[in-house]
């Protein structure tokens, strides 16, 4: 009996280190990505001179810098778009893994539960009416991020009342989405033309906000949200096993439930106020993970993201070089890189994840 | 000595207005194996629950070790009680592994330790399921799942488990299997189990003590030989049995359903 139990506890360990691997294997390809892509750009920059610009930031006294032109394409475009773009991933990647095992629904995301279609809403009055919270730069952001947060509050609070069942929630958030939706056609179907092609192009999504500004916003949301995510990924499974079954495992989970709701509408509505609607990433790279590694959400939240954060990049710089010197938008563009990927892997997968 | 582990008291809930729950009262020895039966909607499912702390009956009390169920935490509670639910299926897979660790879950917060890992073992070796650990739990067979929840709720080491139909899904040999394995643990280990069984004749064999609810009542209570007459499963069930003894347990053996 010993013997078979150190076996097992061999192989757990084996399928542990699998997984591990998986991880770093994704963050070695970041890197790598990363290195590659802000070498690559409309404008024609040596390989050498990108990583002097880079060197000279990181240590002024010892690297002069190039031209301040090259300078400022490296440091303040292409550099913080990456980022950007990484980071984004990431976030909705993450809010995507932690929606659907909290609504033990594969399908929910972002995009289903109306918060995408609530941002749109509240940019649309921006751009259309220019009204808004905020003044200046701003108003657009800000308004797509306190509709997002509406949405979200909207499905928890009437959702409330039905005893925050997911099945509620995911009715309610659908049932928003298409009225957020309806609000935002009537208010184009009147407006300027401009501005019917302003919220259009808002509603696609684009990374071109990418500066460190945005950043700073992004970052600091992120650094807070998504550990706390990973230390909740146990009780996620308790979760995901159903209501009764956790409960008796000790989780409260009507409160964790909110709780995590809450958190994943913060960070989504953080990213994409300044993106725009882009949550399909937030559907598929979740999935994407479970399907090479497995259901455990100690390993899904983070490696989605990761997932998230490789595939929105890579997709970002395929739209900006493909069609030089048009630039794709990037909502579009993950739909042609990540639809393709996904059902590959559905149809390939042995497993059955869902 | 007997030591009460479960006291229910006049315990009565109910879905808007028809009561579910009509004053049921029934303690429950530690260390004792008890089968609820009773035809289908007559709150066996819904009386578990109640002590499982799941529902909240509108009236009567649930004490656990003397203390009441609704006022212990749910973290407390998943470390006196186990419930094993009627179906179980997860939303996304899990290998079977970590659905069983999922049972150490009151006593850790994030990182399992080496003993969680031994102990999720043990559960799996006791119930003959170590081979399929690292397989993912949503493509086994009904049966196996059954026995992965069981084993879960084992991992949890409480001292009361509560088994709602554990056993329908699966075959004879598994039936007898998982019973044994309770029964052991009963007399062993001085585990209190409760558990909705349909099968009479299982019911019989395994049971120190044997509830048959009817109509949200406890019709009848008492060790397998006196509760399990042609009498009282006419009664309860409307069915005509008769009934002879092999090693010493009563057995059912239906006839006919009775004309109305």
Redesign the interface.
């Known amino acids: ?1 010993e013997i ?2 150190q076996n ?2 061999k ?2 360990k084996m ?1 542990k280190r699998k997984k591990t691997f998986f991880i770093i294997i994704l963050i070695i390809g970041i890197i790598v990505f990363g290195s590659i892509a802000i070498t690559i750009g409309p404008l024609n920059i040596t390989v050498i001179e990108v990583y002097r610009v880079i060197l000279h930031k990181i240590l002024p006294s010892f690297i002069n810098s190039v031209d301040s032109n090259i300078e400022n394409v490296v440091w303040l475009v292409r550099i913080p778009r990456i980022l950007t773009s990484l980071l984004v991933g990431f976030c909705l990647a993450i809010a995507g893994a932690v929606m ?2 909290v609504l ?3 399908m929910a995301s972002p995009f289903t539960l109306g918060i995408s279609s609530g941002a749109g809403f509240g940019a649309a009055i921006a751009i259309i009416f220019g009204k808004s919270i905020a003044k200046g730069s701003f108003h657009v952001i800000a308004n797509a991020f306190v509709f997002s947060l509406i949405t979200s509050f909207i499905i928890l609070i009437l959702s409330r009342k039905k005893g925050t069942t997911p099945e509620s929630m995911i009715l309610i958030g659908i049932a928003l989405s298409h009225l957020f939706t309806a609000g935002t056609t009537v208010m184009q179907y009147f407006a300027d033309s401009w501005a019917t092609a302003e919220v259009v192009f808002w509603m696609v999504g684009s990374l071109s906000k990418g500066t460190w500004e945005t950043l700073k916003y992004i970052f600091p949301v992120a650094i807070i949200c998504i550990p706390f995510l990973i ?1 909740k990924s ?2 996620l ?2 979760i ?3 209501d ?2 956790a ?6 989970v009507d409160k964790t439930r909110i709780i995590l709701m809450i958190v994943a509408s913060l960070i989504t509505a953080t990213t994409i106020c300044f993106t725009g609607a882009i949550g399909f990433i937030g559907l598929i790279a979740p999935h994407i993970t ?1 399907m090479i590694g ?5 390993f ?1 939240i983070p490696a989605a993201g990761l997932v998230g954060a490789l595939l929105l990049s890579l997709s970002d710089m395929i739209a900006m070089n493909i069609l030089e010197p048009i630039i794709i938008p990037i909502g579009v563009m993950t739909s042609f890189t990540g639809v393709p990927l996904f059902i590959f892997l559905i149809m390939k997968s042995r ?4 | 000595m007997f030591i009460i582990k479960i006291q229910i008291k006049d315990v009565e809930f109910g879905y808007s207005k028809n009561k579910v729950l009509d004053g049921i009262s029934i303690n429950i020895d530690k260390g004792e194996c008890v089968s609820i039966l009773g035809p289908n909607g007559t709150g066996k499912s819904t009386l578990i629950k109640c002590i499982d702390g799941l529902l909240k009956p509108q009236k009567g009390t649930i004490k656990i070790n003397g203390e009441d169920v609704q006022k212990i935490k749910r973290e407390k509670l998943a470390t006196q009680l186990g419930y094993v639910a009627q179906s179980c299926n997860s939303a996304f897979s899990l290998t079977v592994f970590d659905m069983v660790l999922l049972g150490r879950s009151p006593y850790i917060k994030w990182k399992s330790s080496k003993s969680d890992e031994l102990k999720v073992f043990k559960a799996l070796k006791k119930l003959n399921i170590e081979d399929i650990a690292m397989k993912n739990f949503n493509e086994l067979s009904g049966g196996q799942q059954q026995k992965v929840i069981i084993a879960r709720a084992l991992a949890q080491e409480t001292e009361i488990l509560l088994l709602d139909e554990a056993t329908s899904n699966l075959d004879i040999r598994h039936q007898l299997e998982v019973m044994y394995i309770i029964k052991k643990l009963t007399k062993e280990e001085n585990i209190t189990a409760v558990m909705i069984v349909h099968d009479l004749n299982i019911a019989a064999r395994f049971s120190d003590k044997i509830l048959i609810m009817k109509n949200g009542k406890i019709n009848k209570a008492g060790i397998p030989e006196k509760v399990l007459t042609k009498e009282n499963i006419s009664d309860v069930y409307g069915v005509e049995v008769d009934i002879s003894r092999i090693e010493k347990k009563p057995c059912v053996i239906p006839l006919r359903t009775k004309c109305i």
Do not use: F, T
Request: net charge neutral; hydrophobic share 30%.
């Open positions: 009996m078979d139990i097992g506890i192989d757990y399928e659907q095992p033990r629904n594969p230390i146990w009780e499974n308790s995901s096993a159903g009764d079954a409960k008796s495992l000790g989780v409260n479970r497995g259901g455990d959400n100690r899904v497993r059955r994840c869902l």
